[in-house]
């Protein structure tokens, strides 16, 4: 199905934020829903599937954070990229094209960009997604770790050997990763266009990326490396759905923390998906969305 498509650049911190909008207008009694991507320092593309929202009667909004994707900055600012840059951007986005009434989805680090948000109880949202993300990096660490013992040992004796010597950039660091990826981010594989198309910028572009995470999922050792929220979640006053799939580097117990720390929160496993539900599942996922989003309606 073809949709009315808008993209432009919104003025943010003297640089320029990409958006695109799909769809034309809400339906009555309907509200836009709000897409945030995950890296932290990927790009929108890979959500493209939820395109698909536009069928229910409302627009979808994506954007690529500053200094990712198509919002791409090219000088150097890693003191730049926080926490508190990507919360105030959310707001310039909203407040630059109107969408002072809206539904929130955030996916993995967009999730905990969006639970950040919601923490400082914003006016307007009217449900919120949390889609494979953690309430603490410390958590994600220990799961990651988990799902890595269970590689094959030449597989995990690369990964220790290049993060041991700091040659993280290495091509069989990169296929090492590489089968982590395959069973624990995206199961579909080869992956979509629209997934590669996200993961190609990120190799691009990686500042953000490795300033704020680190040089993969399970070697984190940027500025997040210690985040924690799990004790703020009870600040989170929106109808909430907790997403996560079976095999999902956000492991059940790290949903399950979100889910327990956010009242009234609802949460779904879908059993053949691993971190890209969307992706791996996605009419079902956007069945489960949809249905909880028309709950929620003004």
Not at 59 to 76: E, P
Not at 84 to 92: G, S, T
Not at 123 to 145: D, F, H, L, R
Request: glycine share 8%; charged share 20%.
């Amino acid at each position: 199905m073809s949709y009315v498509e808008q993209e432009g650049f919104i003025p943010f911190k003297g640089y320029q934020t990409w958006y695109k909008i799909v769809g034309e207008k809400e339906e009555t009694g309907k509200l836009p829903l709000l897409c945030l991507h995950g890296g932290p320092g990927a790009c929108h593309d890979y959500l493209l599937s939820l395109t698909a929202m536009a069928n229910t009667g409302r627009r979808v909004i994506f954007y690529d954070q500053l200094g990712c994707g198509n919002s791409h900055i090219d000088t150097s600012k890693p003191d730049m990229w926080t926490v508190d840059l990507y919360v105030e951007e959310v707001d310039a986005v909203r407040k630059a094209l109107g969408l002072e009434k809206i539904h929130l989805l955030g996916q993995s680090w967009g999730g905990m960009l969006a639970m950040e948000y919601m923490i400082r109880q914003p006016q307007g949202v009217a449900s919120v997604t949390i889609a494979s993300s953690p309430a603490s990096m410390i958590q994600w660490v220990e799961e990651a770790n988990k799902l890595r013992d269970e590689l094959p040992a030449d597989i995990q004796g690369a990964l220790l050997k290049h993060e041991a010597a700091g040659t993280t950039d290495s091509a069989e660091y990169q296929a090492a990763m590489t089968e982590f990826y395959n069973r624990h981010v995206c199961r579909v594989v080869p992956n979509p266009d629209y997934v590669l198309k996200s993961f190609a910028k990120l190799g691009e572009h990686p500042e953000v990326y490795y300033t704020m995470n680190g040089p993969s999922e399970f070697h984190v050792i940027g500025t997040l490396k210690n985040w924690n929220i799990i004790d703020q979640l009870g600040k989170i006053n929106a109808p909430t759905l907790v997403t996560s799939g079976r095999y999902d580097e956000a492991t059940p117990v790290i949903a399950g923390t979100v889910h327990d720390g956010i009242r009234g929160s609802e949460w779904v496993i879908f059993e053949n998906s691993s971190h890209m539900a969307h992706v791996e599942e996605p009419e079902r996922y956007m069945a489960v969305l949809g249905e909880f989003i028309s709950r929620h309606e003004p």
